[in-house]
């Protein structure tokens, strides 16, 4: 059984605010900490569960969040960016079953952990009329290869928005949302055992969650938060203004749709401004 792990650090207990998750930010080296310690349980659990490989995206920020030399020895890990895929690059080698850790919500979603998409400048995302966030979007595109996400470890928002979107999925919770900035959150030493807990049971009845797939071709619609942002994302071929602040792009299939979305992000992020 080959399992993959997408980790990212807005969804992991005690992790709160840019404080943790800016590199630089005050509380980023003991977040790194947790970040590593939930990790490592995902991966110990999946070994006992049946794993034979499991290779772990570090997916928040460039990619150089987690501590290699604290991780599992044997784990792989996919750091760094940019990359392909961005936080499932790896997904394409094919496995088994795919685990969220530290995920979180899409922007707009109330007393939730740190909600956003990619960055702040992306207010909402379509693809084929379902509003997702990025768990969604990554648990289509390992759909599109697939495999089937079968946990997510995050705050009590995230697990239900992953419950919407993914029949059967287990989510275990770390914490509660208090705003987007505050959480009442277990603390690391029992999220470790949470998660462990969480894993061993969802690779213990993979079979019941199927592939996230979507219909094609691909209708992606971007909204973003400026109308700025809009002018330059509508600079990719294909792309059409829909609306002051909304650009659309049709694709043939989820990969062509996530690296639209992808190109249109970065081109947006890329300058510093409104
Ligand atoms: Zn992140």
Redo the contacts with the bound molecule.
């Keep these: 059984m080959k399992v993959f792990v997408c980790a990212?650090?807005?969804g992991v207990g005690c992790v709160v605010r840019s404080e943790h998750?800016s590199p630089g930010g005050r509380e980023y080296d003991r977040a790194r900490r947790f970040f590593t310690a939930e990790v490592n349980a995902a991966v110990d659990a999946a070994f006992s569960a049946g794993a034979t490989d499991v290779l772990v995206a570090d997916?928040?920020?460039v990619g150089l969040n987690l501590l290699p030399e604290l991780l599992d020895a044997r784990a792989r890990l996919v750091l760094g960016g940019p990359r392909p895929l961005a936080m499932v690059e790896g997904i394409q080698e094919g496995f088994d079953a795919v685990l969220f850790v530290?995920a979180?919500v899409m922007s707009g979603t109330p007393d939730a952990a740190?909600p956003?998409i990619f960055h702040g400048r992306v207010a909402e995302l379509r693809v084929n009329d379902l509003r997702i966030g990025?768990m969604g979007l990554n648990a289509l595109l390992v759909g599109h290869y697939n495999a089937p996400v079968v946990f997510v470890s995050g705050d009590e928002a995230a697990c239900a928005e992953a419950k919407n979107l993914l029949p059967g999925v287990e989510c275990v919770a770390v914490k509660r949302g208090v705003g987007a900035y505050a959480a009442i959150s277990h603390v690391p030493s029992r999220c470790v055992e949470l998660i462990a807990a969480g894993v061993r049971q969802a690779l213990a009845r993979k079979e019941q969650c199927r592939p996230l797939r979507t219909t094609e071709p691909v209708q992606l619609r971007v909204r973003f938060t400026t109308a700025s942002g809009a002018d330059r994302a509508a600079r990719l071929p294909g792309a059409v203004r829909e609306e002051p602040m909304e650009v659309s792009y049709t694709a043939k299939d989820m990969l062509e749709a996530f690296k639209a979305f992808n190109t249109m992000a970065d081109e947006v992020e890329a300058v510093p401004f409104i």
């Design positions: 990212d650090l807005e998750t997916s928040h920020n530290g979180h740190i956003h990025e």
